[in-house]
């Protein structure tokens, strides 16, 4: 059998060498610090593509090589620490670690129990309609995965499934997935969007109607793309319910030394239910979700009130994941601020076929091009940019790219949409990384039915959503 260690450093240098490239001989439209800029970026996302390093130490690498290149001020190479979304990830892990501790993740799992688990079609199946329901009541992507991960797992280990199996995998990856990717088409519901609503209302002075987003949207990429996900998790790690239904373990979690398990069920339930009740409701009192996870956090490890004691938040939190996620957000940030994003639209807007059809309305074939082709700008946006990022790199040449398809600037804003949900590796969005943190599965098994997922996207959903679109009335 061959050896993987050639594969693995023929790819290393492969990156290196491409990396180097770019820099020392960067292409024309570039500057000298654009180049160098762009090599960086290549670099970290082929380590972050092939796991060649550890994530982590691929973020390392991108701050150190920014910063020792003086291609940004720290401020901005460490602008991802100042997120929003690092203190949601924190506040998740606590919330994560307190619905474990407490034994409510087991709760909620004999509750659920009863109605899921006569098959794995069934279990699946539900679990991803109970994300899918939850994206229309919380507008945060990690406040679903922190509600749902830990009684999912629970849920798999009253199923028999144990860590590493296909069971407890399918589990971990159709939460994770159920609780993001839906929800890209609820309008409140996932940051991209709100970046979209928020630039196009400043630009253009355009504002989405919630009912229309969600018409045009959600039956193919919500509600068909979780039909086909459920199926590609029942390929891709198919299992069977082994346990009798309600029936646990011997061995269940440990659960806290102070005080008796029912109090603290009470406490977690109580401080999880105003949580919610605060995410569900953002709208109207205008708080960070982050600052309200935070809130949650610092009540659950509060002496005499929380059940988070000091020994179980070191463990809870993984400093790696946070790492991880705040150099993608940089390297978003960066992409934008060196001006390669609009570079990168620029030039996909020079090679894909966009036209008016002849007729001046968008039917037959011409409509179909430009269609694909303005979701395939986002979907390559999103690839270098991250997916938050994509809608502010975009947004500003919306009015250029009607002009140039024929569609109208709102049809232009929207496509948008199918092309930045569409994600084909895990560190474009930050909410699928800290799902598989929470879940204790590696991510190597999210990207393996991201690459399906993307494939049977770009083949069959899109043209069937373009369809949908010209059932409506948008092209």
């Given at each position: 059998?061959?050896s993987?260690?050639?594969?693995?450093?023929?790819l290393?240098?492969g990156?290196?060498?491409v990396?180097?490239?770019?820099?020392l001989?960067?292409?024309?439209p570039?500057?000298?610090?654009?180049?160098?800029?762009?090599a960086i970026?290549?670099l970290?996302?082929?380590?972050?593509?092939?796991s060649?390093v550890?994530?982590?130490?691929a973020?390392l690498?991108?701050?150190?090589a920014a910063?020792?290149?003086?291609?940004?001020?720290?401020?901005?190479v460490?602008?991802?620490?100042s997120?929003?979304?690092?203190w949601l990830?924190?506040?998740?892990?606590?919330i994560?670690s307190?619905?474990?501790?407490?034994?409510?993740?087991d709760?909620l799992?004999a509750?659920?129990?009863?109605?899921?688990?006569?098959?794995?079609l069934r279990?699946?199946?539900?679990l991803?309609?109970i994300a899918?329901?939850l994206?229309f009541?919380?507008p945060?992507?990690v406040?679903r995965?922190v509600?749902l991960?830990p009684?999912?797992?629970?849920l798999?280990?009253?199923?028999?499934?144990?860590?590493?199996?296909?069971g407890?995998?399918?589990?971990?990856v159709?939460?994770a997935i159920g609780?993001?990717m839906?929800?890209f088409?609820?309008l409140?519901?996932?940051?991209?969007?709100?970046?979209l609503?928020g630039?196009?209302?400043?630009?253009y002075?355009t504002?989405?109607?919630y009912?229309d987003?969600?018409?045009?949207?959600?039956?193919?990429l919500?509600?068909v793309?979780?039909a086909?996900?459920?199926?590609?998790?029942?390929?891709l790690?198919?299992a069977k319910?082994s346990?009798?239904r309600g029936?646990?373990?011997?061995a269940g979690?440990?659960?806290?030394?102070a005080?008796?398990?029912a109090t603290?069920r009470l406490?977690?339930s109580i401080i999880?239910?105003?949580?919610?009740g605060?995410w569900a409701?953002?709208?109207l009192?205008?708080?960070?979700?982050a600052?309200?996870?935070?809130?949650a956090?610092?009540?659950?490890?509060?002496?005499?009130?929380?059940?988070?004691?000091p020994?179980?938040f070191?463990t809870?939190?993984?400093?790696?994941?946070?790492l991880?996620?705040a150099g993608a957000?940089?390297?978003g940030t960066?992409?934008?601020?060196?001006?390669?994003?609009t570079?990168?639209?620029?030039?996909l807007?020079?090679?894909l076929?966009l036209a008016p059809?002849?007729?001046g309305?968008?039917?037959?074939?011409?409509g179909l091009v430009?269609?694909?082709?303005?979701?395939?700008m986002?979907?390559?946006?999103s690839l270098?940019?991250?997916?938050p990022?994509a809608?502010a790199?975009?947004t500003?040449?919306?009015?250029d790219?009607?002009t140039a398809s024929?569609f109208?600037?709102d049809?232009?804003?929207?496509?948008?949409?199918?092309?930045f949900?569409t994600v084909l590796?895990?560190?474009q969005v930050?909410?699928?990384?800290?799902?598989m943190?929470?879940?204790g599965?590696r991510l190597?098994?999210?990207?393996?039915?991201?690459l399906?997922?993307t494939?049977?996207?770009?083949?069959?959903?899109?043209?069937?959503?373009?369809l949908w679109w010209r059932?409506l009335?948008?092209v």
């Open positions: 059998m061959t993987p260690i050639p594969l693995r450093k023929a290393a240098f990156l290196i060498a990396s180097l490239l770019i820099a001989f960067p292409p024309a570039l500057s000298p610090v654009q180049g160098q800029t762009l970026i290549v970290t996302l082929g380590l972050w593509a092939t060649l550890p994530n982590y130490l973020a690498i991108f701050f150190a910063l020792i290149l003086k291609l940004a001020p720290a401020p901005l460490f602008s991802g620490f997120s929003a979304a690092i990830i924190v506040s998740g892990f606590v994560g307190a619905i474990s501790l407490s034994g409510l993740g709760k799992a509750a659920l129990a009863p109605m899921l688990t006569g098959s794995y279990l699946i199946g539900g991803i309609l899918m329901f994206g009541l919380m945060s992507s406040g995965a509600a991960i009684a999912g797992m629970a798999a280990t009253r199923c028999g499934f144990e860590p590493g199996s296909n407890r995998i399918g589990i971990a159709v939460l609780c993001n839906p929800s088409a609820i409140p519901s996932n940051i991209p969007n709100m970046v609503s630039t196009a209302e400043t630009i002075g504002h989405f109607s009912v987003y969600l018409l045009l949207h959600y039956p193919v919500g509600i793309k979780s086909l996900i459920v199926f590609l998790v029942l390929k790690f198919p319910v346990r009798a029936q646990m373990p011997d979690p440990q659960k806290p030394e005080g008796n398990a603290a406490k977690t999880l239910m105003m949580t919610l605060f409701t953002d709208s009192h205008g708080i960070n979700p600052w309200i996870g935070l809130a956090a610092i009540l659950l490890m509060l002496p005499g009130i929380g059940i988070v004691p020994q179980s070191k809870s939190a993984d400093f790696g994941t946070l991880f996620v957000l940089a390297v960066l992409v934008n601020q060196s001006g390669l994003g570079l990168i639209g620029q030039g807007q020079a090679v076929p059809a002849e007729t309305a968008q039917t037959g074939a011409q430009n269609f694909l082709s303005l979701t395939l986002s979907f390559g946006t270098v940019a991250t997916v990022s809608p790199v975009l500003p040449m919306a009015q790219l009607a024929g109208s600037l049809a232009v804003l929207m496509t948008q949409v199918p092309g949900s590796l895990p560190y930050a909410p699928l990384i800290i799902a943190q929470m879940s599965e190597t098994h999210l990207t393996r039915l991201l399906p997922l494939a049977l996207t770009l083949l069959l959903l899109l043209p069937l959503d373009y059932l009335g948008w």
